[in-house]
């Protein structure tokens, strides 16, 4: 996907229409038109959580999000990423290297497991989030039938290509590809939609050959159900709502029906935040590190949408925003549950559910970690023809 500037008519819909700049409608024509001519950072730059939400709203659907992607890109590619968003086993230190030893011994055990599995054609593929994150989600017997790979060594690279751009994703993903061909797997199922994204959309368009399936979990849950292979006996009696991700703004919009389906299976009243599907809020992680006011502010947005529509529960496909929002869900006395949980408590499986104490141990050992260190936060790297170089 690339900006088209050809079909943009600097309308500035796309950056008026955004919930979070708060810009006037000559505000944003001014900025969309400065952006075009000068490819360079202005003051939209740092205040965008890079959501791709102007996209869905752009009348000419010339996805401005890319544009503002593209002038990023350049800046990383001079400047460097911090190692902290850099999920590579090779540079120590990176954010889901310290959740990683955040875990108890037993539990970094468990993840280990995961770096190697027996071959398969299909495989739960748990990507990064949830080992590393929420070990406990992979805690079930939902999850038995099949071999589970993840873990930094297997990291679908969606960093790369959000970070660096399209051709270091492609010399990446390749070795991605190679590794899972020689797993002989023909199909991953997924617990994080920026790892569907890549499968689903980027690899496939930019990798010749490449012919993985990818399926998210849900769907799974969904197709096994129909087979009369799931028996979900005891139903969820509460108002739920879920947190639509921003990767599947640039996916089939049939994804989106996944997530409703599933929770009326199982006896959830599906209930619908303000913004939702493609026009979902961000949950506000990617902005909240250079930007923490703004972030705070997107999250509670979020939440009050939520409690305005009296929901019992919110739940989650994206560790990510479970992570992010689950504490200022549990302060408006909504529950948060990644939605394999509310699976559990279908099938009659007590999940272990500790999702709030999980994301503070893991917020305080991060920041003693950088308080200690703190080059954790100034260390820099670049990447050229799939090595990483510190700045």
Not at 133 to 153: F, R, V
Not at 203 to 210: E, M, Q, R, T
Request: proline share 5%; aromatic share 10%; glycine share 6%.
């Amino acid at each position: 996907m690339k900006f088209n500037e050809a079909t943009c008519e600097e309308c500035g819909v796309c950056l008026v229409q955004c919930p979070f700049l708060e810009l006037s409608i000559d505000q944003a024509k001014e900025e969309i038109s400065q952006l075009i001519k000068s490819r360079s950072y202005r003051k939209i730059i740092k205040n965008c959580a890079g959501c791709a939400y102007c996209n869905v709203i752009c009348p000419t659907q010339s996805n401005p999000s890319e544009l503002i992607r593209e002038i990023r890109l350049k800046g990383f590619h001079e400047r460097g990423i911090s190692k902290l968003a850099l999920i590579n086993e090779e540079i120590p230190d990176n954010l889901m290297y310290l959740c990683f030893e955040a875990q108890n011994e037993e539990k970094r055990r468990e993840i280990e497991n995961y770096k190697i599995p027996s071959k398969s054609n299909e495989m739960f593929y748990l990507g990064c989030g949830v080992p590393y994150l929420y070990p406990d989600l992979a805690q079930t017997k939902l999850l038995e039938d099949l071999p589970k790979l993840g873990g930094l060594e297997n990291c679908c690279n969606g960093y790369v290509y959000n970070f660096f751009g399209e051709e270091e994703a492609k010399v990446k993903g390749t070795e991605f590809f190679e590794r899972f061909k020689a797993l002989d797997v023909k199909k991953l199922i997924t617990f994080c939609p920026d790892c569907e994204k890549m499968i689903k959309g980027v690899y496939p368009a930019i990798i010749n050959g490449f012919n993985i399936e990818g399926q998210n979990i849900v769907e799974y849950f969904i197709e096994k159900y129909h087979r009369g292979e799931l028996n979900f006996k005891n139903k969820i009696n509460q108002r739920v709502t879920f947190q639509d991700p921003c990767p599947w703004r640039s996916l089939d919009k049939k994804v989106y029906n996944g997530p409703r389906e599933f929770l009326e299976i199982i006896g959830a009243e599906v209930v619908e935040m303000k913004h939702t599907k493609e026009k979902s809020l961000c949950c506000g992680a990617p902005i909240a590190t250079v930007n923490r006011d703004l972030g705070k502010k997107i999250s509670k947005m979020n939440i009050a949408e939520a409690k305005s529509i009296d929901a019992d529960a919110i739940s989650f496909l994206c560790s990510g925003c479970l992570f992010r929002l689950s504490p200022f869900a549990k302060r408006a006395d909504i529950e948060p549950y990644y939605i394999t949980e509310l699976a559990q408590m279908a099938i009659g499986e007590k999940p272990i559910h500790k999702i709030i104490d999980a994301t503070k141990k893991i917020e305080n050992y991060i920041l003693k970690r950088v308080m200690d260190n703190p080059r954790i936060l100034r260390e820099k790297y670049t990447i050229k023809n799939g090595k990483f170089n510190q700045v």
